[in-house]
């Protein structure tokens, strides 16, 4: 049996700052990766699966900065074991209200750096 890549949009291994809240949660990481349907991050506590937070992050684009204000949802939690004091956890998270215009902005980034990345590459 295969393993069938379920990802549908590229993504990029980009580490840009997100803030991220759910209630009482309030946070801000970095992005391991980023696509327009969602990130995967690193945080210091569990968070979990189908919790909805509320993100917020900027993308560069050439001198400006597009904010970036969308919900998402917790779709994947992995454990990262450091030692026994401390843990960490890899969080899916998938986009599950963005604006048309903060998807193709998003879209537009990803692919913007897989073509430099394949030019630097080559």
């Not at 590229?10 to 990130?39: C, F, H, M, W, Y």
């Not at 400006?64 to 969080?91: E, F, L």
Request: some cysteine; hydrophobic content about 40%; aromatic content about 6%.
């Amino acid at each position: 049996m295969t393993h069938r890549e379920r990802r549908q949009l590229p993504r990029t291994p980009e580490r840009l700052s997100i803030a991220v809240q759910d209630g009482g949660l309030s946070l801000t990481t970095e992005t391991k990766n980023l696509s327009a349907s969602g990130a995967y991050c690193l945080v210091d506590r569990f968070i979990p699966p189908m919790t909805k937070l509320a993100l917020t992050f900027e993308l560069p684009d050439g001198s400006r900065r597009v904010k970036i204000a969308c919900a998402g949802a917790v779709v994947r939690v992995d454990p990262v074991i450091t030692d026994a004091q401390h843990s960490s956890y890899h969080i899916a998270i998938f986009f599950t209200d963005l604006s048309d215009r903060d998807r193709a902005a998003i879209g537009r980034f990803v692919q913007h750096r897989l073509a430099t990345a394949t030019r630097t590459t080559h």
